[in-house]
């Protein structure tokens, strides 16, 4: 809109007000009543925009839909990936890596329900939208990552791992309290105050998966693992 105000909203993209708006109204709409359930009068109801613009930025509900996804993975990448790009030693990109995603997830409650709504469906739009952020987008945290694993072994400062199997096993253990906290308070056997739990689950995940990735004694390294 000519003269409106942009603003930097934690991506490597500008959106206008309106625009950030309305990513953050449809995010709400999407994870709670789904693609399928969610309605664009809905959308821009509570985004406080009549419907015609709404149209008129995305033409329809499968094009919002998707650029939802493409907002939040680029909001993701300002978040904590641009961070981990600065960081200087594997020690230190593992830790910024995953407390930027842990906080990044605790933060933004509708992403949980979002994903699980596309995953029912097979998810095609969250596989297009990973495979263009990891080939287009310099600062993926997914990318960093399993380039810092690969140099780390390399240099003999870890264990020869598959990075991809790695990295697979940080996340999972870094957004499955978010998914499961019902059934993590039963196995707990008491109410947990789930700020606290992240943070001591933080804690936790850097723990294991550094420690865990230190060189075994008298193990000998395998480039083949590293590659």
């Known amino acids: 809109m000519d003269g409106e105000k942009t603003m930097e909203t934690a991506t490597t993209k500008t ?9 953050r109204a449809a995010l709400k709409i999407f994870s709670r009543k789904g693609k ?6 809905a959308i821009a109801d509570e985004a406080g925009i009549n419907k015609a613009m709404l149209h008129y930025y995305f033409r329809s509900k499968d094009r919002l839909y998707r650029e939802v996804f493409r907002y939040v993975f680029h909001r993701a990448i300002g978040t904590f990936g641009h961070t981990m790009r600065e960081g200087t030693t594997f020690e230190q990109v593992l830790r910024l890596c995953i407390d930027g995603y842990i906080d990044f997830v605790y933060t933004s409650p509708d992403l949980i329900s979002l994903f699980l709504g596309e995953l029912r469906e097979g998810g095609p ?7 263009e ?20 072994a390399r240099a003999g400062e870890i264990r020869p791992v598959d990075p991809l199997q790695t990295t ?8 499955f309290v978010f998914f499961a906290f019902p059934v993590i308070q039963v196995l707990g056997g008491r109410e947990l105050d789930l700020e ?17 990735l230190k060189p075994r004694e008298g193990s000998e390294s395998d480039p083949q693992q590293a590659n």
């Open 15 to 23: 959106y206008t007000e309106t625009e950030d708006r309305i990513f």
């Open 36 to 41: 399928d359930g969610a309605r664009m009068q």
């Open 125 to 131: 739009v969250f596989r297009e939208m990973v495979q």
């Open 133 to 152: 952020i990891i080939r287009d987008v310099e600062d993926a945290p997914p990318r960093i990552l399993m380039e810092w694993i690969v140099g780390a």
């Open 168 to 175: 697979i096993t940080l996340f999972s253990s870094c957004i």
């Open 196 to 212: 606290a739990f992240v943070e001591e689950r933080k804690k936790h995940v850097f723990d294991v998966m550094f420690h865990g």
